[in-house]
């Protein structure tokens, strides 16, 4: 790590080119690009902050026009009224935002993650960071109305919820035998002005964080651990972002800003934290008392009951002169959570599948994302004519690369957008045959879930809808048609449209030149002359439906005869 002393930047001035480097600049990034709306008027940060900003994902919006929030005047259902303003949806509401937060575009995010991980860059370490400007330690942090209080901690799942939950983290701990910093996005519950109640994943392929504990645990010592609310989005970002274990997420994170991340040491644990963070709360997990946390509405859409989980000490609170809070909408999908992973996630499949494994023919890995929050099922399309052989290779190189993801994966053909699930219905409909080309195999982990019946196993799914044959175009007027009565629908100030695929039609391999001439003279207006052929050909003793290429196909086998 490089060291410098230079503790203050401007963070003002938005620059291009480069993710921004703090969240404020963020926000003043969103802002200026009309992503960004700004609530004056008093809200309570328990009952109506997070119920205002769902209702952008459950009212129909499509997803470019939902937005950040900033909440400039936040009161609680105690009657507080809190001087620091909350941000909500403002990591990833969208992949707008998000790539906003990367400093790029939409289509370059994958890019840039592969980029990042191939490339890190060390932090640098720095002296009177942002994130240190106002300290709270000791007495002050037990004070009826100080500690965790003083931050407008909002519930996320009111009527269902036990607490204000922090949820927009990055919970920074350290391996104690490697040394190697882990930074997870998990849950953490208001249990006292100086308490909290963190929830780390013990599943298998869980929080990289709950692998520390355990290291901690044996050691039968406390785990420090640094809970980061507010950062740039480049550091923010590999907080829910699945790397390997003891890959230095910090140097990931300069991968993706382009430049070292600023650090500081933690003032009251042997932790680093980003200089230029909004809040700060460090503390200590206790290695041998866990402590009932929950229930809080879960991205897997059903509220997690309460668990026994980490109780974590707090030894500090800092903060910069006039921070932001940020809070994340997760439970039930689609959600900023889920967006925040998507398109983190896909990138990964897409290289595994690709580069690792090295399939032939396939081109897109989609994550279903609605209310089954992406990891159950999953899409892979391929180029036509892919062979099958390929086709799984890739379905079982998705269903294992992680223990939670690929519980289903659909594989489709590249004329399906897997978006579209009327399309992937369409190629199931009529591209696949149960029998033959859909395969269930046992013993899949439960994963990412309701507990249920916490003792059961899952299993897996793979299909294969992609086109094995050649089959009759689509029977929608062909694409030349369809554009030109747009620009009709468009002049004659008929209602908006959305086109949604598939909206023309289009060969799909099984046609013949005969009947584009047809096709041809129709639209033409001559389809008499076509009459006069189909005339000359007329036929005795058939059945009707009859294909015509079976008789005169095999007429012309019996003139060759
Ligand atoms: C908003 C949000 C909340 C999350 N909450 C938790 C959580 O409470 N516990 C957990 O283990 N993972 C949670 N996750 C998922 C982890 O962040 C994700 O698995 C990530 O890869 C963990 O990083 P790690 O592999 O470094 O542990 C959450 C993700 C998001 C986006």
């Known amino acids: 790590m490089n060291d410098s002393s230079a503790g203050k930047r401007d963070t003002k001035a938005p620059q291009r080119g480069r993710p921004p480097l703090d969240f404020q600049e963020h926000l003043a990034r969103l802002e200026a690009n009309g992503l960004l709306v700004r609530i004056e008027r008093p809200i309570n940060k328990d009952t109506e902050i997070h119920p205002l900003v769902r209702w952008q994902f459950q009212g129909g919006l499509p997803e470019d026009e939902r937005r950040a929030f900033l909440f400039t005047n936040v009161t609680d259902a105690a009657g507080r009224r809190y001087d620091i303003p909350v941000a909500v949806g403002a990591l990833a509401s969208s992949p707008a935002i998000y790539a906003v937060g990367m400093g790029r575009r939409v289509e370059e995010i994958g890019a840039a993650w592969l980029n990042a991980i191939a490339h890190p860059i060390p932090p640098v370490a720095v002296s009177n960071p942002p994130c240190q400007e ?100 480049a550091v923010a970002f590999t907080g829910p972002q699945k790397l390997e274990i003891d890959h230095d997420e910090m140097a990931v994170a300069g ?65 910069k002169r006039a921070p932001v809070f940020v809070s994340i909408v997760s439970q039930v999908t689609p959600s900023e959570s889920s967006v925040m992973k998507k398109v983190a996630y896909e990138p990964l499949f897409l290289a595994h599948l690709r580069e690792e494994l090295g399939v032939r023919g396939i081109r897109r890995v989609h994550m279903h994302e609605p209310l089954t929050n992406l990891r159950k099922v999953m899409f892979l399309q391929f180029a036509a004519a892919t062979p099958r052989t390929e086709v799984w290779r890739a379905l079982n190189g998705a269903a294992n690369l992680r223990a939670d993801c690929g519980k289903v994966v659909v594989a489709v053909s590249d004329d399906i957008d897997p978006e579209n699930v009327h399309g992937v219905l369409w190629s199931l409909a009529y591209r696949a045959n149960p029998i033959e080309d859909v395969h269930i195999s046992p013993y899949r982990s439960l994963g990412h879930g309701p507990k249920t019946d916490a003792s059961a196993t899952d299993s897996t799914m793979l299909i294969d809808a992609t086109l094995k044959h050649p089959m009759p175009p689509l029977a929608l007027p062909a694409r030349e048609f369809m554009e030109r009565a747009r620009v009709i629908w468009d002049e004659l100030g008929l209602p908006r449209l959305s086109p949604q695929p598939p909206w023309h039609g289009y060969d799909l391999g099984d046609w013949a030149a005969v009947w584009d001439d047809y096709a041809r003279r129709a639209v033409e207006g001559s389809w008499e002359t076509t009459g006069t052929e189909t005339f000359a050909r007329r036929r005795r003793g058939l059945t009707p439906e009859t294909p015509v290429r079976d008789v005169e196909d095999r007429s012309k086998d019996l003139d060759l005869d």
């Open 134 to 233: 106002v300290v709270i330690t000791g007495d002050e942090l037990r004070r009826p109305e100080g500690g965790l209080k003083r931050l407008p901690v909002p519930i996320s799942t009111p009527g269902f919820d036990a607490a204000p939950y922090l949820t927009a983290t990055l919970c920074i701990t350290r391996d104690p035998d490697s040394g190697v910093a882990n930074m997870g996005t998990y849950r953490a519950a208001l249990k006292a002005t100086d308490r909290l109640g963190v929830r780390m994943s013990s599943r298998v392929g869980g929080a990289g964080g709950y692998l520390h504990w355990k290291k901690y645990r044996a050691r039968k010592e406390p785990m420090p651990c640094a809970i980061v609310i507010g950062c740039g989005p």
């Open 255 to 319: 991968g993706l800003a382009g430049a070292p991340i600023r650090v500081a040491k933690a003032v009251t644990v042997d932790l680093n934290v980003p200089a230029d963070a909004e809040i700060v709360i460090e503390g200590l997990i206790d290695w041998e008392l866990l402590e009932p946390e929950g229930p809080f509405g879960e991205s897997h859409g059903h509220v997690a009951l309460e668990d026994f989980n980490m109780s974590m000490q707090v030894t500090a609170i800092t903060h």
